[in-house]
C-alpha cells in the first residue's frame, strides 16, 4: 500500500477551496453512517441536514468534485464514499507519529478511529526516559532521541504534537527537519512553520471559551426579553449604612446616579 510520503491529494492542484475541503469529511462521515445502514442514494437536502450545512452548499461542493447527482434520484452513497476518500486522500496509508505520551497523547493512541479513516499509527515518542519501551495502546513508546530515525524509517509525512506548550515548537522544528510536512499541534501555543508545512490546531479551552461566550449572550437575551416584558418582580434593595434603600426614585424610577 502506498505510504503518506510518496502520494499526497489533489485538492490544491484541483483548485479546491479550503472552505469546501473543511467540509468534505463532514459529509464523508455522514455517507458513512448511511453506508452502514446500506442506504444505497441520498438528496442533496438529507446529506445536507445530516452534515449540518444548507442543500446549495453541498451542491456547490460536490460540484468542484465532478458529482452532481442524479435529477430525482440523488447521490449514490458508496460512489461518494470513494470519492470523498479519495480526494480526502484516505485510499491510502497514511503513517502518523504522536509525539508526547501524556494523558492527551495516551487518549489520542487509543482512538480507535485512526485506523478505520486511513491512519496508522507508526509510532509513540515521548521524551521522558522512564516512558521508553512501556506500551500504550499496544504500541512500545520510543524516546526522542530517536524521533528522526522513527521519521525516516516509516515513511512519516504527518505528526501530532502532544505535549507542553514550552516543547511544542522544538518538537515542531525537528519533526519538519526529518521530513515531516503536516502537523495537527494539541499543544496550547502557535506553531511557526515554513512554507509548504501544514499546521492544524485543536485547541480544547479556546473552543470551550467560545462556547462561554455564547453562553453568556444567551443568558443576557434572555434577560433582556424579560425586562421587555415588564419590570422585575424583585428589585434588589441596595444596603446602605446598615439599612436597606429603595432603588427606585421617587417617581419609581431608579435613579441614574445613586447619591452619596
Request: hydrophobic share 45%; net charge negative; charged share 20%.
Amino acid at each position: 500500500m502506498a505510504t503518506g510520503r510518496t502520494h499526497r491529494p489533489a485538492t490544491r492542484s484541483r483548485g479546491i477551496p479550503e472552505a469546501t475541503v473543511a467540509r468534505l469529511p463532514l459529509y464523508l462521515r455522514a455517507l458513512t453512517g448511511l453506508s452502514e445502514r446500506s442506504v444505497p442514494t441520498v438528496s442533496s437536502e438529507e446529506l445536507a441536514a445530516a452534515a449540518g450545512v444548507n442543500s446549495a452548499k453541498l451542491r456547490k461542493d460536490f460540484s468542484y468534485l465532478g458529482s452532481y447527482g442524479t435529477r430525482g434520484v440523488g447521490y449514490d452513497v458508496e460512489y461518494l464514499v470513494y470519492q470523498i476518500s479519495r480526494e480526502l486522500g484516505l485510499t491510502q496509508d497514511w503513517p502518523v507519529v504522536i509525539v508526547g505520551i501524556g494523558n492527551l497523547g495516551a487518549a489520542l493512541a487509543n482512538y480507535g478511529g485512526f485506523a478505520s479513516r486511513g491512519f496508522r499509527v507508526a509510532a509513540l515518542i515521548d521524551a521522558d526516559p522512564a516512558m521508553a519501551g512501556k506500551p500504550v495502546a499496544g504500541i512500545p513508546v520510543q524516546h526522542s532521541d530517536d524521533l528522526e530515525k522513527i521519521i525516516t524509517e516509516n515513511g512519516v509525512s504527518i505528526g501530532v504534537i502532544a505535549t507542553p506548550a514550552g516543547a511544542a515548537q522544538p518538537v515542531c522544528d525537528r519533526l519538519v527537519a526529518a521530513g515531516v510536512t503536516s502537523i495537527l499541534n494539541f499543544a496550547p501555543t502557535v506553531l511557526s512553520v515554513p512554507e509548504g508545512v501544514d499546521v492544524r490546531k485543536v485547541d480544547l479551552s479556546i473552543e470551550l471559551q467560545i462556547l462561554a461566550f455564547h453562553e453568556q449572550r444567551k443568558a443576557g437575551e434572555d434577560a433582556a426579553a424579560a425586562e421587555v416584558g415588564g419590570v422585575s418582580e424583585v428589585v434588589a434593595p441596595v444596603v446602605r449604612g446598615g439599612a436597606a434603600v429603595d432603588r427606585k426614585g421617587p417617581d419609581g424610577d431608579m435613579p441614574a446616579v445613586m447619591p452619596a
